[in-house]
């Protein structure tokens, strides 16, 4: 079955750096877009940064432009969220999906930015 495990989350001080992971199984993992989101507290959920399956250009939120860089690999199987210059306002919990004609969504991992 389709499997998405996040890992790399915790507690970073402002200013600091992060990289999630996201390892996907169970589906053809270079046939499908691959998002980061996020959620904090008392928000809605909200498109971090996307990467499209084959050629094209990334996207990101205005609010990580210049701080956050997506990418991945497809000899592994994994999708990366690099994320720099950390704010409190990144604290949330972050999901990785994997998109094509149904969209997947793995547990979340939790990145708290806080001194």
């Known amino acids: 079955q389709v499997q998405l495990v996040e890992s790399g989350g915790g507690l970073v001080q402002p200013g600091g750096s992060l990289r999630l992971s996201c390892a996907a199984s169970g589906f053809t993992f270079s046939f499908y877009d691959m998002s980061w989101y996020r959620q904090a507290p008392g928000k809605e959920r909200e498109l971090v940064a996307r990467i499209p399956s084959v050629g094209g250009s990334t996207n990101y939120a205005d609010s990580v432009k210049g701080r956050f860089t997506i990418s991945r690999d497809n000899s592994k199987n994994t999708v990366y969220l690099q994320m720099n210059s950390l704010k409190p306002e990144d604290t949330a919990v972050y999901y990785c999906?994997?998109?094509?004609?149904?969209?997947?969504w793995g547990q979340g991992t939790q990145v708290t930015v806080s001194s």
């Open positions: 999906t994997a998109s094509r004609r149904s969209m997947y």
